[in-house]
């Protein structure tokens, strides 16, 4: 049997067109299939290789803490170097507040200890999120998620959720002394990138902190640089009581946190004591790797460059089928008319060897966040490809 159909017969399928595409390297912003075509990675494994792939201090940082040791203990009883190192490069980018930070293993992992960790400190058990979010597939994060197709044949799932709009300023009413928590991507990004302005953010802030519902915030997508910002509540000049981020935090590697002040997050040492725990959380590699990424993007400068390669992205992709460009930074949807239009495209794309995608509720946006290592002129290279594909369609 060929690799293609052990994947078709004994691999667990999520859909019925998977991409197929079987890769057997990757380095920078480039892929290499087992034909050896090489491909430019256009969405980073879906907002993971911020760094680019096998970025070489991630690589160092692997393999010098695969040498010393892999698991040892549960999360949360040994001092395991990774792990302290990084929570404390992590805690120095942040406000004093976000000082205590929980790791995981994965975003939606982080969304369900952020949510049990608002429900036990409010002592509430209300939690408000928006529609057209995506926190993730596990039963409570994807009881925030705001897609009810998505949700429908799941049900029961966690009561005491409900959704507003992103962005209306009139909504943030429906939060009140009995929400425990209101949970928000800072970017939206599988509704196809949207953001919201200022004003609306310093509302939010001002609504949560007069109700005390804890406004914990989803940079699992749009944090780690992707925005231009480290983190993208930076752009709006809020900050929020639960950050929580994973996918790009590990330069490739499985890692997931959630961080909040020391006094909420000591909540679950008691009643019950070990009210959250995991087996695997903050794995060191992954720990070491996350540090690595961090320090990459914070001393290689790679924010620096991120508003520029927006703009250039902005002018070279004007076609009269392309609708509309949203982005924050180098995290950006390309509209189109439909999904059909898009979906040749995307293939065609495919072919002339750029990887793209469309988003979970907009399926006529093409996705397009590329490590935020890629240079001016890959980009003109990719959009080049992209013009071509629709061109051809
Ligand atoms: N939140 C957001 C904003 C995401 O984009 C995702 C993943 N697409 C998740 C949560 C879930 O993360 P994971 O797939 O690691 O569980």
Known sequence: MTNR??????????????LMLEMVSADGIYMSDVNGKKYIDL??????????????????AIKKQVDKHLHVMVYGEFVQSPQVQLAKALTNTLPKDLDSVYLVNSGSEAIEGAMKLAKRYTGRSNIMACKESYHGSSHGALSLTGSESFKQNYRPLLPGIAHIEFGKIEDLNLISEETAAF?????????????????????????CSETGTLLILDEIQCGFGRTGKLWAFEHYHIQPDVLVSAKGMGGGMPIGCFISSKE????????????????FGG???????????????????????????????????????IKEIRSKGLMMAVEFESYEVLKSIIDR????????????????????????TITEDEIKVACESILQAIESV
């Not at 991507?185 to 609504?207: I, N």
């Not at 909420?264 to 087996?279: A, D, E, K, Y």
């Not at 794309?349 to 979970?360: K, M, N, Q, S």
């Open 5 to 18: 159909q052990i994947f078709l017969s004994h691999l667990a399928q999520t859909s019925d067109a998977p």
């Open 183 to 207: 949970i928000v991507e800072t970017v939206q990004g599988e509704a196809g990138v949207r953001h919201a302005d200022e004003s609306y953010w310093k509302a939010v802030r001002k609504r």
């Open 283 to 321: 794995h060191p590699v992954s720990a070491a790797a996350s540090k690595a990424t961090l320090e990459t993007i914070l001393e290689d400068g790679l924010l620096k460059g991120v508003e520029q390669k927006e703009q250039l992205f902005h002018q070279l992709l004007k076609h009269a089928k």
């Open 43 to 60: 969405i980073s494994g879906i907002g993971v290789s911020n760094v680019g792939h096998r970025h070489p201090r991630v690589i160092s």
């Open 264 to 279: 909420v997050m000591n909540v679950f040492t008691h009643n019950p004591v070990l009210g959250h725990i995991s087996t």
């Open 349 to 372: 794309a495919i072919e002339l060897g750029v990887v793209t995608d469309w988003f979970l509720f907009n399926d006529k946006s093409m996705r397009i966040a590329p490590p935020l």
